[in-house]
């Protein structure tokens, strides 16, 4: 059995490797693929807005201006009025590009070579300029077609990718399309799918222009797209006579003064998420509101490393940093937790800690899940924030690389590393701008842990979880403002039930 191309993400360098492979050695013409890919768009064009009379093309020198050349054709046969819009010189156009234009101009699309003055009246505007081959900043221009793209009112479906954003890492290049959709071939870019990727392209559409199955089998991309309901069978049922004792011992640390509601969403998470005990280890002050808020939870005061010390022993999993504070009692709470040989979740000022390279804490090891945000990531590579944001592929490999076990880079487009792979999140969405989220999180992954599935089974399950229950909510429940962490929780029980 092939490997299904909807569930893999690629750099541009093996999608170009793709379409060799389908071009030389299956004997497919690269004009029949840009047909292809132009037929396809073109369709899903007018799915998407059936009532489109004025079509405005934008189009490059490359294979990607000959695929809007022929959208423009297809349209014009169609009875649509189309303009394409010529970007960069004309005498580059060479090879499958040039018979693409040739070809629309001989069925009576108009083609007028960019002006920033020049009226644009489009019920539709297609983007076909940059594609993948981008090398550089976008200037000149490519640059002011761009903004006058964004500055007009029609909907804007990009081809392949929106111009000016890196397919390999999601930044963008200077200037970029705000595409409401996207058309991707062959297979589906990485940049489309973390970072500022998916703020750009909008909804994203697969076209895999019946390429040779064969061919996906031998070009093995960097990152894979991670599916909820496939993910959801990796947690094991439960027997007619299971008890809480097989389904898992979770110690939460954290909840310094001040903080304690960051361990008590955390416990609770744990609890929806299965796990069969949770314990909280942390400040006086936190028991009562953990009692009011989660009686489930067995909550402990702990006023030094000795005392953490006989919780630890009896768990089978330990989170620690949600509320954890840097604080001299968040020091021994940290220093007990990385002499533990045990499974663990670390989260925030637990990271923050780990970041600041204490001698008692253990800088790699092989048996825990890290999940930082970029401002945390960049502390713990030793780069700035803009860094991280800037290649999330190139961080989150170089954290699973420095520290072990699994590193979950969080943010639109969540990834996961461990020591073979990449994956991708694309659950979620801006309503989980709020506090708390974290914290969840970390209960939902050490539940999962507790459980019996392994690190990254764990951060690939609970990941998608978490996001897809934000979903939930917000489909739900009223939007996406004012979404609370505390929100996910019924729908993190309804998902990990498959219901």
Known sequence: MHIDPVSLAYRAADVRELDRLTIENHGVPGIRLMSRAARATFNKLIFLWPETSRLAVFCGTGNNGGDGFLIAAYAQLKGIEATVYQL???????????????????????????????????DVVVDAMLGTGLQREVAGAYAQAIEKINDQQSPVLAVDIPSGLCSDTGQIRGSVVHADHTVTFIGIKQGCLTGQGPAYCGAIHYENLDVPAEIFDVVRPQSYRLNLQSLCKALPRRPRDSHKGANGRVLIVGGDLGYGGAVIMAAAAAGRSGAGLVSVATRQQTIAGLLSRCPEAMGREVKSGLELKPLIDNADVLAIGPGLGTSSWAEQMMQMVGAAKKPMIVDADGLNLIASQPAYMPLYCDDWILTPHPGEAARLLGVTTEEVQADRFAAVSALQQRYGGVAVLKGAGTLIADESHIYISEYGNPGMASGGMGDVLSGVLAALVAQGLNLSEAARLGVCAHSAAADYAVASEGGEIGLLATDLLPHIRQLLNGL
């Open 88 to 122: 960069g010189e004309s005498n580059n156009i060479c090879g499958d590009a040039l018979a693409a234009k040739n070809y629309a101009l001989e069925n009576g699309v108009k083609s007028l070579v960019f002006d920033t003055s020049l009226s644009m009246a489009a």
